[in-house]
């Protein structure tokens, strides 16, 4: 793995880590976040229709744009459970990222913005 690789996964691996620590500041039960912390990945069921609208749904799920958004309507309205949802949505994206999984391009599921997921994905990378 590239330096600047591990150098992103750790980055991602921080903001997983910093969202769980605002998660626990919030004081929400922890069953919330076993409950929701995979619910983002359902947006793979639009593969199903095919690779294009597959990558369309998976990737709205996987941006930052909207949990951050419902994260500030939580604090601003003083939405615990609202701010607790943006924050375990947060911490999956993150997860995800510095698992090495990116948003996906039509071209079909294993073909992300970081590369190729699976085995071609060491010599792409190296």
Do not use: C
Request: net charge positive.
């Amino acid at each position: 793995m590239r330096p600047v690789d591990l150098a992103v996964r750790l980055e991602w691996g921080a903001a997983a880590v910093a969202a769980m620590l605002f998660y626990k500041m919030i004081g929400i039960s922890w069953w919330l976040f076993a409950l929701l912390i995979l619910a983002p990945d359902l947006s793979m069921l639009g593969y199903l229709a095919g690779p294009r609208i597959g990558a369309v749904a998976y990737n709205a799920l996987h941006i930052l744009i909207a949990p951050i958004a419902l994260a500030l309507v939580g604090i601003l309205f003083a939405g615990p459970v609202t701010t607790a949802v943006a924050l375990i949505w947060i911490a999956h994206i993150a997860i995800d990222r510095s698992l090495g999984y990116g948003l996906k391009l039509p071209t079909g599921f294993q073909d992300t913005h970081l590369g190729r997921i699976g085995r071609d994905r060491a010599r792409i990378n190296s």
